[in-house]
């Protein structure tokens, strides 16, 4: 569907005179790594956040954009915008993580709006909205790097909220740095978000979201929460997705989350008090590290350490319950 431009700032901004929430819109690549649609969840249980746009990245567009719209269902909140981004083609099944949640649900079927151009959707609604944009990035950056890269006064209305990276710490902890997925899968597209006049940069590497995950009671509460109908999509999520990955042997699923690299991207957009910053500056090499670089092209506010994770968890799972607003 396309809207007029009239349209899309009715639809966008109808909402926002009924809270002081920040206008946010979110780039994701939801399907793969059920921790986005942990995010997502986040995202509609934080009244700081006032989510108008899901734009789809990498991978077959039509295929992330049913996994958002049947959660967005679920929610009851068909209000928001689902826009597809950049199409990468059909993905075979292996790849579809959560694709049998999703079997027969039809796009088209949305209640809300789709936008079949997504970065045009995110151009409409940045214009259309006065104060600055939160963009909260959570995936392989093709997508956000063409929209900005296109068009790089959208990036100077925005704070950019972004999960990427390894400086000091890899995956699980470990000393040895790794190339972070949302980096290594594009360099090129992570250097040009890097390189556009965002208003700001605030970034969660592995430093810090590598180590976070729900568990003991924290967990317990939400995976018996099916009076829940959005925490119910998450664990119906999260139940189809842990037998598919290959990339762990994912066999805790009743006793505890997965890593949700991608909350801690989503609690910094709203507060982010529980984390330590540094401003770095680095530079990114053509497989996809992040190194520390005095003289390095790109700077960013980077949560390098935790001040206290397990307050973060406790405070995560009242959230998700609802128990905190």
């Not at 970034?203 to 109908?229: E, Q, R, V």
């Not at 119906?236 to 890593?259: G, K, L």
């Not at 530079?283 to 190194?291: A, E, H, I, L």
Request: hydrophobic share 40%; charged share 25%.
């Amino acid at each position: 569907m396309y809207f007029s431009r009239a349209v899309l700032a009715v639809g966008f901004l109808g909402m926002s005179f009924l809270h002081a929430a920040k206008p946010t819109v979110l780039f994701t690549d939801i399907g793969g790594d059920v921790d986005d649609t942990w995010a997502v969840a986040h995202i509609l249980r934080s009244p700081e956040l006032d989510l108008k746009l899901i734009v789809t990245e990498t991978g077959e567009s039509e295929y992330r954009g049913r996994v958002t719209a049947k959660l967005l269902e679920a929610a009851k909140r068909t209000d928001i915008h689902v826009g597809l981004g950049l199409d990468f083609g059909v993905m075979p099944d292996k790849e579809r993580h959560q694709g049998p949640w999703v079997k027969g649900y039809e796009l088209e079927n949305y209640p809300g709006q789709i936008h079949k151009d997504g970065i045009k959707a995110f151009y409409d609604l940045v214009d259309a909205t006065e104060e600055k944009v939160i963009v909260i990035a959570i995936g392989p950056a093709l997508t956000l790097a063409k929209a900005v890269s296109d068009n790089p006064k959208v990036a100077v209305e925005c704070d950019l909220f972004g999960m990427y990276g390894s400086f000091r710490i890899g995956y699980d902890g470990s000393k040895e740095l790794a190339a972070e997925y949302n980096v290594a899968d594009n360099p090129k597209a992570f250097r040009a978000v890097m390189e556009a006049p965002w208003n700001s940069i605030t970034l969660t590497p592995l430093d810090t979201c590598g180590l976070f995950s729900l568990k003991g009671d924290n967990y317990a509460k939400i995976w018996s929460s099916m009076d829940d109908p959005l925490l119910q999509a998450v664990i119906e999520n999260y139940c189809i997705w842990a037998p598919r990955v290959p990339w762990i042997h994912c066999d805790f699923f009743t006793e505890r989350s997965s890593t949700l690299f991608d909350d801690v991207a989503v609690y910094m957009a709203y507060d982010g008090s529980l984390l330590n910053y540094e401003t770095l500056r680095f530079s990114v090499d053509d497989k996809g590290f992040t190194k520390i670089d005095e003289d390095g092209p790109y700077a960013a506010k980077v949560a390098t350490s935790w001040i206290d994770m397990d307050a973060f968890e406790s405070f995560l799972s009242h959230r998700l319950l609802g128990l905190d607003i």
